[in-house]
């Protein structure tokens, strides 16, 4: 058998054995991506809900530097954020590269387009009238907005979802800033695709393929909860 | 508690509102989107208690006028009063005091229960206030078993009835309904005026009813505002408006059919004969000018037919014409006639409906008559039927 069998086997072993240090990696992901998120949502929900509701003076500009923002390349916002965190850098002096924290900020400026652009459309979607309604049963502007985003909710999970999952598989910038450090066997800024580029290149072919399976498997998790989310208000439709 | 109760709408048409205190007042209201002015309302006056319809045909600004009254679109000049307080679309407290249903149901999603409740919840009631609340309007309403239904699985007329519900469940001393029977159908909607009109009349709120539809006005309303191009072209009690349309826009729109153009030839102890355009000699009860232009209107109700080969019957009718039916149309029980009159002496064929008469008459008479396209008959209708109006 080739290299390739031999490595998803070694790598289902080490994801039963419960390996350390792929557990720390994944664990590490999780967190960076999940953060990350967070981060993204509460910044770009609010920002698409705006840009979705009005239209004021230099709109179509502030549409196009949300949709540059969704075409940034990974490398240019890690290079940015490394800059910027860099010794000689503005923020240099918080010491937070090669951190968590600071692949938290580099996936924040990636998933943080996502989310917004996404919640934009599906806000944007929504009947104007439902707004209107809302406020002829009393609502007040903010309640009236919250109501709408709460009618926009499938698409905000989609956006979500689509945020995290450009968070957690994003290479290049958290490369750049968090430098997939480890010291003695113990994980401190490795994610699971900086891992998995790092055992590639060492030959660990088995590890490499251990986080390119839960990755894979986390991608069919997110999936498929979300397609039930969407089946089961489908289903709802078609009852109807 | 029920929140729809206090007794019955008190009386008949005119009686009294116009001294009751005013619910709803706005002056100079104007509307523009871009170059076109939507609507233009000098003043308007809704009485506490009274049910108001605003009348309209389709594109006349009732919508944004029902917007503009209701607090949820900012007039381009003018003013809004609810109460005697002048308001605007942030009085969030004003607001509160009435409720509004629109054309579409637009319910949010979730269950029946959750739609129902969302107006108190904004209210910040407590939980289980809001609870006892929506099913004490579930039930009113008739719709306790969609209780817990989801909202996309309801048919358009239980949709309309939950919106309605949304609504009252609030307990508003102003309701604003929007159409809301015009995005039924025909049968669903009848129903639901039933039960609109039960609710109406049972509350004791101020309504204020848009509607395109003069039955739907005259089945609901104490008042009815006529409403032309966002201007307000006539006001008064169903009655008023129907039998003293003032000017040919408000004949035709609350259903007279027939419009005629014509001048005044000779006036006599109130009685006027007018010349129409189309060369109609038609005697009227009206005190007008001679050589002035007038305009007639006759409701298609009020125009008999007979056969013009039978022997006349002796009549106090003053306005007989014969002519040749054009067309033949079943509505409902009823059959709508167009008759081409064409045999009075000088009849000049003219374009548009000048030189024919509509006649709504029963489908039993129409098979009685043997009423077909190309027949001749006599059309006759009494000199008090005919609305002469200012031309």
């Known amino acids: 058998m080739g290299v390739f069998w031999d490595s998803i086997k070694q790598a289902v072993e080490l994801l039963f054995t419960g390996d350390a240090f792929v557990y720390e990696v994944m664990w590490m992901s999780l967190r960076v991506a999940g953060s990350a998120t967070l981060l993204g949502m509460v910044v770009g929900i609010p920002i698409g809900t705006w840009l979705a509701l009005k239209r004021f003076w230099g709109w179509g500009a502030a549409a196009t530097v949300l949709n540059v923002g969704l075409m940034l390349p990974p490398v240019v916002v890690g290079l940015f954020v490394f800059l910027l965190l860099s010794r000689q850098g503005p923020l240099g002096p918080l010491g937070l590269l090669y951190s968590p924290t600071a692949m938290i900020i580099a996936e924040f400026f990636i998933a943080a387009p996502v989310i917004a652009a996404i919640t934009m459309g599906g806000v944007a979607s929504v009947p104007k009238d439902v707004r209107l309604q809302a406020m002829g049963l009393g609502a007040s502007r903010r309640q009236s907005t919250w109501l709408v985003i709460r009618e926009a909710r499938v698409t905000l999970l989609a956006g979500i979802v689509a945020g995290f999952g450009a968070a957690i598989s994003e290479v290049g910038a958290v490369m750049m800033v968090g430098g997939n450090i480890s010291i003695g066997g113990h994980n401190l800024t490795g994610t699971m695709t900086t891992a998995t580029m790092a055992k590639v290149r060492q030959g660990d072919y088995a590890m490499a393929m251990a986080f390119g399976l839960i990755l894979l498997l986390l991608a069919f998790v997110i999936t498929f909860l979300l397609t039930r989310t969407q089946q089961g208000i489908r289903r709802r439709w078609l009852q109807s | ?391």
């Open chain 2, 1 to 391: 508690m029920a929140p729809v109760v206090t007794g019955h709408r008190a009386g008949a048409a005119s009686s009294g509102a116009e001294t009751s205190p005013v619910a709803i007042e706005a002056g100079g209201l104007v509307k523009t989107y871009g170059e076109r002015t939507v609507v233009s309302v000098e003043s308007l006056r809704v009485f506490e208690g009274e049910v108001l319809a605003i009348l309209g045909p389709n594109g006349a600004g009732k919508t944004t006028l029902f917007r503009l009254l209701a607090l949820l679109e900012r007039p381009d000049a003018g003013w809004v009063a609810h109460f005697g307080q002048r308001v605007g679309i942030h009085d969030i407290a004003a607001r509160r005091r009435t409720a509004a249903v629109f054309q579409r149901p637009l319910l949010f999603q979730g269950s029946v229960d959750e739609n129902v409740g969302f107006g108190l919840r904004f209210r910040r009631l407590p939980r289980r206030d809001v609870r006892a609340k929506v099913r004490a309007t579930l039930e009113l309403m008739g719709i306790s078993s969609l209780a817990d239904a989801d909202m996309r699985t309801l048919s358009g007329g239980e949709m309309q009835r939950v919106a309605l519900a949304r609504a009252l469940v609030l307990e508003p001393e102003i309701l604003f309904l929007d159409e809301p029977t015009s995005n039924l159908d025909v049968h669903v909607r009848r129903r639901f005026r039933e039960d609109l009109r039960r609710v109406v009349d049972s509350l004791a709120a101020t309504v204020v009813i848009i509607t395109h539809e003069h039955n739907e006005a005259l089945a609901l309303a104490r008042r009815v505002a006529v409403i032309q191009d966002g201007a307000v072209v006539q006001i008064g009690t169903p009655e008023d408006v129907f039998t003293h349309p003032q000017n040919a826009f408000v004949a035709d729109f609350t259903g007279a059919e027939t419009i005629w153009h014509g001048e005044a030839v000779e006036c006599r102890e109130g009685l006027c004969i007018v010349r129409t355009l189309a060369g109609i000699p038609v005697e009227t009860v009206a005190e007008v000018d001679v050589g002035r232009p007038v305009v007639l209107a006759i409701r298609p109700e009020d125009v008999a037919l007979a056969l013009t080969d039978a022997a006349p019957p002796a009549t106090s009718v003053r306005n007989r014409w014969c002519g040749e039916v054009d067309s033949v149309t079943p509505a409902g029980p009823l059959v709508r006639v167009v008759v081409r009159l064409d045999c009075e002496g000088g009849v000049t064929p003219v374009f548009g409906g000048e030189g024919e008469v509509i006649s709504l008459i029963t489908r039993a008479s129409a098979e009685e008559l043997q009423i077909g396209a190309g027949r001749r008959v006599t059309a006759s209708v009494k000199a008090t039927a005919l609305h002469v109006l200012a031309g």
